[in-house]
């Protein structure tokens, strides 16, 4: 009996148990057969229950790429990269105020954190900034524009205990264009206090109903100390998350939950948007950014007059 004797059940059977990465870059070359099952949305709907990445979902109102969602897993992961820091500064995006940005073995434990690191912030605001592509991720057009699945944002922060701490964070879901806000999250916690526990507090919210369109997520959030200290005594943050659920939970308990329909869109040119980001930095420090500025012009000067 040759391989092309066998039915094609059991051809779909075998090639169910193939890892995803030989399926496409060999089995799939072999024959037209092999070409039709390794392309059929029934076998990646089968690897993916079988792996448990989705739970059966019946009839799901958009069509539904098994293949994608096999392949890049978007649902139910952290979409940040390098959420704590455990490699460095990669994949941030970073304004570093006063002393910058460090990074350090965090002063509380996170059981869901995948590191035990943290950002250590200074005494001017430290800013980082990151985007998701959704699409890149693996999520693809009609599901975001139809289906709409909840996108949650997570941060975690906290303080040294000899030292108090600021933290805002604001988050935007953003079109194609990375200009226009489909919509936004934002919060700034009370600050926390100098002779703390040196807990981390979570920050949370969900992005439900938030209309056609959405693309990208930008995540950012900045931080300092209240002692204004040399060093790094600011706010430590942590296993920032952006997550998207196929599933809907209506009790949400601690989750603020942004509606679109309590929102409007907002149109920005890409430098209105990078003059908005460096913005936020200096709003409360305006004096101390000029004076910053004119030291920086100071020291321009005496260069050129040491060259000279």
Known sequence: MQLSDLPDDLHFLVLSYVPEDSLLRHCRLVCHRWKEIVDSQALWKLKCLRAGIVNNIGNFPVRFDWRRVCLKKPFDRNLIKNPCGEHGFRNWKRINGGDGWTIENSRDVIPEANSQKCFASSYEWCLKEQIVDLIKEGLW????????????????????????????????????????????????????????????????????????????????????????????????????????????????????????????????????????????????????????????????SNKLCIIN
């Open 141 to 300: 057009e009609e599901l975001l524009d139809c289906y709409q699945p909840d996108i949650f944002v997570f941060d975690w922060y906290g303080g040294r205990e000899d030292c108090g701490c600021i933290y805002h964070i604001k988050v935007h879901l953003l079109a194609a264009d990375k200009n226009t806000v489909r919509a936004r999250f934002e919060s700034s916690p009370p600050s926390i206090q100098q002779w703390n526990d040196a807990k981390y507090q979570k920050v949370s919210c969900v992005f439900r109903n938030y209309g056609p369109g959405v693309r990208f997520v930008k995540f950012f959030h900045r931080a300092k100390d209240t002692q204004f200290w040399a060093g790094h005594y600011g706010a430590r943050v942590t296993n920032s998350t952006v997550r998207v659920s196929l599933s809907r939970t209506e009790a949400l308990p601690g989750v603020e939950v942004i509606d679109k329909e309590s929102q409007s869109s907002v149109n920005m040119e890409d430098d209105e948007y990078d003059y908005q980001f460096r913005s936020w930095i200096s709003e409360d420090d305006d004096e101390h950014m000029q004076n910053q500025a004119r030291d920086v012009e100071s020291r321009k």
